[in-house]
């Protein structure tokens, strides 16, 4: 009986085309876990721009949730609900470590006097609403993915930002301290500081910490913004990160 020669594969073939197609798959696994990293970058410094521009809103849109033990500073009297003499002028954001964030409402007590003849900034100060944070509950926000906010050479950094609301012109105003967390107890710091923090912008650098090894993206706050369009993400080129 004749035997018929069959083609095939051999065993070296065989070991090639599995080495080939191995390395493409893991090219391709590597190729989309990269995409995969970058935009959750993207992600975590949007919805930190989003977080900082509801700030706005909040203070533009405010409502009195006072439930009848709001004090206005530290006297220690009680404010009955609906005939407080407190009123919410704006919000205080801080950065308690790199990767979260601490808001909390700022409130002040309605002057005896007329305030008309004030300024935006002194209507702030002790001589008229008197500012101070809120006895209400603050609230935290987590940067996502492990993200956080570094100075250009890569070092943990914080801020302190105080947005106001004026009772007399109704133009919000945004005092920044670009470098560090201000203490609850001297927020009124901000309307007085050296330069003043209504000419200081802030230039935050987010950091992916591991993410991807790409340039970091940028949150500014331009100085003394008036609203969310004030808080921007620069990119790549223009972060100075």
Same mark, same amino acid.
């Given at each position: 009986?004749?035997?018929?020669?069959?083609?095939?594969?051999?065993?070296?073939?065989?070991?090639?085309?599995?080495?080939?197609?191995?390395?493409?798959?893991?090219?391709?696994?590597?190729?989309?876990?990269?995409?995969?990293?970058?935009?959750?970058?993207?992600?975590?410094?949007?919805?930190?721009?989003?977080?900082?521009?509801?700030?706005?809103?909040?203070?533009?849109?405010?409502?009195?949730?006072?439930?009848?033990?709001?004090?206005?500073?530290?006297?220690?009297?009680?404010?009955?609900?609906?005939?407080?003499?407190?009123?919410?002028?704006?919000?205080?954001?801080?950065?308690?470590?790199?990767?979260?964030?601490?808001?909390?409402?700022?409130?002040?007590?309605?002057?005896?006097?007329?305030?008309?003849?004030?300024?935006?900034?002194?209507?702030?100060?002790?001589?008229?609403?008197?500012?101070?944070?809120?006895?209400?509950?603050?609230?935290?926000?987590?940067?996502?993915?492990?993200?956080?906010?570094?100075?250009?050479?890569?070092?943990?950094?914080? #801020?302190?930002?105080?947005?106001?609301?004026?009772?007399?012109?109704?133009?919000?105003?945004?005092?920044?301290?670009?470098?560090?967390?201000?203490?609850?107890?001297?927020?009124?710091?901000?309307?007085?500081?050296?330069?003043?923090?209504?000419?200081?912008?802030?230039?935050?650098?987010?950091?992916?910490?591991?993410? #991807?090894?790409?340039?970091?993206?940028?949150?500014?706050?331009?100085?003394?913004?008036?609203?969310?369009?004030?808080?921007?993400?620069?990119?790549?080129?223009?972060?100075?990160?």
């Amino acid at each position: 009986m004749k035997l018929l020669n069959k083609a095939g594969f051999t065993i070296i073939e065989t070991m090639l085309f599995l080495g080939i197609t191995g390395l493409l798959v893991a090219g391709l696994l590597v190729g989309t876990g990269t995409s995969i990293s970058i935009q959750r970058y993207r992600d975590s410094v949007k919805e930190l721009q989003s977080t900082l521009q509801q700030q706005y809103s909040d203070v533009s849109n405010v409502s009195n949730d006072n439930s009848g033990d709001l004090t206005c500073y530290g006297d220690g009297s009680i404010s009955p609900k609906g005939q407080s003499n407190c009123v919410i002028l704006g919000k205080f954001i801080t950065a308690t470590n790199s990767h979260s964030l601490s808001v909390k409402t700022v409130i002040g007590r309605i002057p005896l006097k007329s305030v008309s003849s004030l300024s935006d900034e002194a209507i702030f100060s002790e001589e008229g609403y008197n500012i101070n944070i809120s006895t209400m509950a603050s609230s935290t926000y987590d940067i996502e993915w492990g993200a956080s906010i570094v100075d250009k050479k890569g070092i943990d950094t914080s #801020f302190s930002m105080l947005i106001l609301r004026s009772p007399s012109s109704g133009v919000i105003r945004t005092f920044v301290d670009p470098s560090r967390t201000i203490a609850d107890k001297d927020i009124k710091n901000l309307l007085n500081t050296s330069p003043s923090a209504l000419t200081q912008s802030a230039n935050l650098c987010i950091d992916s910490n591991g993410l #991807f090894t790409g340039t970091r993206n940028a949150i500014f706050i331009t100085a003394n913004s008036t609203g969310p369009n004030g808080v921007e993400v620069r990119g790549d080129a223009s972060s100075g990160c």
